[in-house]
């Protein structure tokens, strides 16, 4: 079956280092999200892809950086400067027309040790 | 730039009660409209979506929604809910000239009470 798939389902992340969040997809889809997702405030743009080698910023990039080398993959790093990194992030994935729904993976808790 | 409504953070229910989560947009150009689920520690799954035609879609689980152009709503309800429906909810809405930029709600969290 196609669908999004994100690892790992849980992560530490020790002050100063860097982690990277992994979102594969098999659905063929172009565009590609990064959402944050903290208690009581929905989802937050991270950043967002809709081709292959490119990618804006959403509205709280600050502290991420992503790349986008292949259509299937568009891994997610959280950098030490992110000093509020814990929270649930979720990767999606979109087709080619405004009619159809983003696909959601299963998510990755991040936590700080 | 849209922005989406949902005017409840929480809404405790009684089990088999009726429930209805509201939904607003800002936005009157022609837009599509979706419901997303999400339980705990797990991603948003579809609902249902209203594309055009019947203002009136049904969904999974028993929810429908009813699309309200002149009041900009998306309401979702349903008759009568279980236990199994405890989950956070999330409205979500795009606009057919800009491309595949989606717009969400904060959700809401619903409780289904025994």
């Known amino acids: 079956d196609g669908g999004i798939t994100q690892s790992p389902k849980y992560l530490f992340r020790k002050e100063g280092q860097n982690v990277t969040l992994s979102c594969e997809q098999n659905?063929?889809?172009?565009?590609m999200y990064w959402y944050r997702q903290d208690p009581g405030q929905g989802l937050r743009l991270i950043y967002y892809s809709q081709i292959v080698n490119d990618f804006q910023k959403g509205d709280i990039a600050e502290g991420y950086s992503v790349s986008r080398e292949k259509k299937e993959s568009f891994p997610l790093t959280v950098t030490s400067a992110q000093k509020n990194p814990t929270a649930f992030y979720l990767c999606a994935s979109h087709g080619e027309t405004a009619n159809q729904p983003q696909h959601f993976g299963d998510g990755t808790r991040l936590s700080i040790l | 730039a849209q922005s989406v409504t949902q005017l409840d953070s929480q809404v405790p229910v009684f089990e088999e009660a009726p429930v209805e989560l509201r939904c607003n947009y800002s936005s009157s150009v022609s837009v599509y409209l979706f419901w997303y689920v999400q339980y705990p520690n797990q991603g948003l799954q579809l609902l249902l979506k209203y594309l055009s035609g019947s203002t009136l879609v049904k969904g999974i689980n028993g929810f429908e929604a009813e699309f309200n152009k002149s009041q900009t709503s998306f309401h979702l309800r349903k008759p009568s809910v279980h236990i199994s429906d405890t989950a956070e909810y999330f409205c979500?809405?795009?606009?057919?000239?800009?491309?595949?930029?989606?717009?969400f709600g904060t959700g809401t969290s619903l409780t289904v009470i025994p």
């Open positions: 659905l063929n889809h172009d565009a």
């Open positions: 979500a809405v795009s606009e057919s000239n800009t491309g595949n930029q989606f717009y």
